[in-house]
């Protein structure tokens, strides 16, 4: 599964016509927000022991407690510039994606973003007002953020924000449907794919992918994310 990102990366393309969906696939059950609760549910159960939220959000109790009010908030932010698809209505596995080389409307992007990070750090505040928690986001910013795709210089790209599958559906098959999909789209038009993990684990399912990594950071010790991309020949971008 891939950590949270924000799709800032888009901010940079200086569009501002509507931005169109074109991202389509019969493959996936596009969600709508009727879906959010239980993609929420989703996301924390698949993210409640991943290596960054385990960094930013130590206490496994306050953690259980906060993950799925800033997923909602996420999901809040990203409906409108982002693709989100499920396996099925059943909601087994999400992926979440941003296509630079769509338009979209900058405005709506920029009140988008505003909003939804006075909402987090509103309700971090609210949690735990020794700060602790602010300050471990703000430590964190790099890793929540896609900034490092700036070095791509490639617009024509799409970049994972969340792959999720549910723990007792794991094995059956629902990350090569959500991945293939994608995949199957960015080939047909020429793109680039890009995503972070985490999850040191993750990296050599996404080797088998045809994706390599890119760049490696650790801004915190012993919290290291891995930056990979996939060209649309599917030829990794730097192996190791």
Request: charged residues 25%; aromatic residues 10%; proline residues 6%.
């Amino acid at each position: 599964m891939i950590l949270r990102l924000s799709a800032q990366a888009a901010a940079t393309t200086g569009h501002t016509k509507k931005r169109v969906n074109q991202l389509t696939t019969d493959r996936l059950y596009p969600v709508t927000k009727k879906d959010f609760p239980g993609l929420e549910k989703l996301l924390t159960e698949c993210f409640r022991d991943d290596p960054l939220y385990r960094t930013l959000i130590p206490d496994p109790v306050m953690r259980e407690k906060m993950l799925p009010v800033l997923f909602r908030c996420d999901l809040e932010e990203f409906r409108h510039s982002c693709e989100i698809y499920a396996d099925s209505p059943e909601l087994n596995g999400l992926i979440l994606v941003s296509d630079e080389d769509e338009p979209y409307n900058a405005v709506r992007y920029w009140f988008d973003e505003v909003l939804a990070e006075l909402k987090t750090d509103g309700y971090l505040l609210m949690e735990d007002p020794s700060l602790m928690l602010i300050r471990n986001f703000s430590k964190g910013r790099e890793y929540l953020s896609s900034e490092w795709t700036d070095e791509l210089n490639c617009d024509k790209r799409i970049h994972i924000i969340y792959l999720a599958v549910k723990p007792s559906m794991r094995h059956h098959g629902i990350t090569d449907r959500l991945l293939g999909a994608v995949t199957e789209y960015a080939d047909a038009h020429g793109l680039m794919l890009s995503l972070e993990t985490h999850n040191p684990a993750n990296v050599d399912m996404y080797r088998h992918f045809g994706y390599g990594v890119y760049r490696v950071i650790e801004r915190i010790p012993g919290l290291c994310q891995y930056c990979m991309v996939r060209y649309p020949d599917n030829s990794p971008g730097v192996p190791q």
